[in-house]
């Protein structure tokens, strides 16, 4: 079992940036793929990006890609993304999801089924 923890987030402008970040406590977090995704009111889950559990491949969604980076810390059980030149459009909750070692591929990473631990997520807001 791994639990996972999402923090940071908040309000920002359009423009701004935050930082969110996923601790993992339980099993050794970097035997695993870690994606992130955010849900808006009334519209559906959304994949934003992912890593392996090497740090070695990263996949992001176009709707980021060039503004969100995803890294980790595997020393410090830690899968942070960083959010630049953050819109309106942005704001969701944003939670973290792992992935049994290798489950994770540019075919599935974007599919909340393939991962099969989850947080609670963290409310980003930006305002306009």
């Known amino acids: 079992q791994v639990q996972l923890v999402e923090s940071g987030g908040g309000l920002v402008q359009a423009g701004g940036s935050l930082r969110l970040s996923c601790a993992a406590s339980g099993r050794p977090f970097s035997t695993y793929d870690v994606g992130w995704f955010r849900q808006a009111p009334g519209k559906e889950r959304e994949f934003v990006a992912a890593i392996s559990w090497s740090g070695g491949t990263t996949y992001y969604s176009d709707a980021v890609k060039g503004r969100f980076t995803i890294s980790r810390d595997n020393a410090k059980n830690t899968v942070s993304v960083q959010l630049n030149n953050l819109q309106p459009e942005d704001t969701a909750v944003y939670s973290c999801?792992?992935?049994?070692?290798?489950?994770?591929?540019?075919?599935?990473?974007?599919?909340?089924?393939?991962?099969?631990?989850w947080g609670r997520g963290r409310q980003v807001t930006v305002s306009s």
């Open positions: 999801a792992a992935a049994k070692p290798f489950g994770i591929t540019n075919y599935n990473c974007g599919v909340p089924g393939s991962y099969d631990y």
